[in-house]
């Protein structure tokens, strides 16, 4: 009886960290946004050296009482798995490490404050809070686009680096080192910039060939900023009509012994280790 009692705590526990089709689960996920974006700020405002000064206190503070919070949230995941190696070593549960660890070494550590800007590895937890059901379908339709995009996107950014190192190098040898092109390789990094349409503005042709050059250099950048994104764009299209009445699995369920997550909607065990999925 002890033992079900146990099962049923951690169960529940489980669903409320790791799942959102629940209201708890919900409400925990938009308290863990709220606090992740509050650690991001209070970082923010702490480089700010007049900010600081003046309520380095405060800021201080705030993040103990944020970092204490994950803290607790850390070993509550771990507490909740039924095997806690799956979480710790994790994607998502080095990040939370990572980014929680900072401060406490701080405290006991001289010198590792440069560490405390790894706090905003928090920023990335929040791919992890998204992921309630409004936010699922189109997540996974993106994911698929990206995936059936990626041989054309490497051929593209291929050919974009080849023109790069063969624009560079006629740069090189038209402008020379008194127009700032030392070398190849820094001739090929103005080339990036500026098929890249960034246009740091360290170095620039002064030969009216290598102005020539530039300028076609720069059109041709316009045109291949928009690829990748048709790319991406024809696939998510292609997808939506190929599939117009294909189900999206919209469901958060996470295996509480392996936490295996993305099981189907009406999924009864997990598709990893055979778990059960429900108390029932």
């Not at 700010?48 to 994950?70: C, P, Q, S």
């Not at 095997?83 to 939370?96: A, E, L, N």
């Not at 929040?126 to 996974?140: A, C, D, M, P, Q």
């Not at 050059?213 to 316009?222: K, R």
Request: glycine share 6%.
């Amino acid at each position: 009886m002890e033992t079900q009692r146990k099962k049923s705590w951690k169960r529940k526990m489980h669903e409320i960290i790791y799942e959102a089709d629940t209201p708890h689960g919900k409400l925990f996920d938009v308290i863990l946004l709220v606090l992740i974006l509050a650690s991001i700020v209070l970082v923010m405002l702490e480089s700010v050296e007049n900010l600081d000064a003046k309520y380095h206190d405060i800021f201080y503070a705030g993040e103990w009482i944020i970092t204490i919070f994950f803290t607790l949230e850390y070993f509550a995941r771990i507490i909740s798995v039924n095997k806690p190696s799956k979480y710790i070593f994790s994607f998502y549960g080095i990040i939370d490490f990572l980014s929680t660890i900072p401060l406490y070494l701080s405290f006991f550590i001289i010198g590792s404050n440069a560490l405390l800007t790894v706090r905003a590895l928090r920023l990335l937890r929040i791919f992890r809070i998204l992921k309630v059901t409004r936010y699922i379908g189109e997540s996974n339709k993106l994911t698929k686009a990206l995936k059936d995009s990626k041989t054309k996107i490497s051929v593209f950014l291929f050919a974009v680096l080849i023109i790069s190192i063969i624009s560079g190098t006629i740069m090189y040898l038209v402008e020379g080192e008194e127009s700032g092109f030392r070398n190849i390789p820094v001739s090929i990094y103005w080339c990036i910039v500026t098929l890249t349409t960034v246009g740091y503005g360290d170095i620039a042709p002064i030969t009216p060939f290598g102005q020539f050059l530039a300028s076609i250099i720069m059109i041709m950048g316009y045109g291949i900023i928009a690829v990748p994104t048709g790319i991406v764009s024809a696939e998510y299209t292609k997808g939506a009509l190929e599939n117009p009445n294909k189900h999206i699995h919209t469901n958060t369920q996470s295996c509480s012994n392996c936490n295996q997550d993305k099981h189907d909607d009406n999924a009864t065990f997990c598709k990893n280790c055979g778990y059960a999925l429900h108390d029932d």
